[in-house]
């Protein structure tokens, strides 16, 4: 069983920052890569940025040099800094890793409960 519990989300105004945060627990044998998606109200799940177990990062247009994804290994945490923020960035932001809860080789999906983050204009 592997459980994400992410933090950091909240109100703020556009053009500032925050840092969300996400933590995995549980069986882990390893963790391939981690993203963050959001999902605006009434709007479907979107990809927001990636990272793989080397370091390497992606992200979607609509947050390209704004966002900046990293992840610490030692703690099974991934981040997500979000700067200049605008009132379209409102939405519900999700952690989600690639991980191998045993040494089979067999590689799950997890997804975290997901956490509110409002911009105000």
């Known amino acids: 069983q592997v459980q994400l519990v992410e933090s950091g989300g909240g109100l703020v105004q556009a053009g500032g920052s925050l840092k969300l945060s996400c933590v995995a627990s549980g069986s882990i044998f390893s963790i391939n890569a981690m993203a963050w998606y959001r999902q605006p109200p009434g709007k479907q799940r979107d990809f927001v940025a990636v990272?793989?177990?080397?370091?390497?990062?992606n992200y979607a247009d609509s947050v390209q040099g704004r966002f900046t994804i990293s992840r610490d290994n030692t703690k099974n945490a991934v981040y997500l800094h979000a700067t200049n923020l605008k009132v379209e960035d409102t939405a519900v932001y999700y952690c989600?890793?690639?991980?191998?809860?045993?040494?089979?080789?067999?590689?799950?999906?997890?997804w975290g409960q997901g956490i509110q983050v409002t911009v105000s204009s």
């Open positions: 990272i793989s177990s080397g370091g390497q990062t």
């Open positions: 989600n890793i690639a991980a191998e809860p045993d040494s089979s080789g067999d590689v799950y999906n997890y």
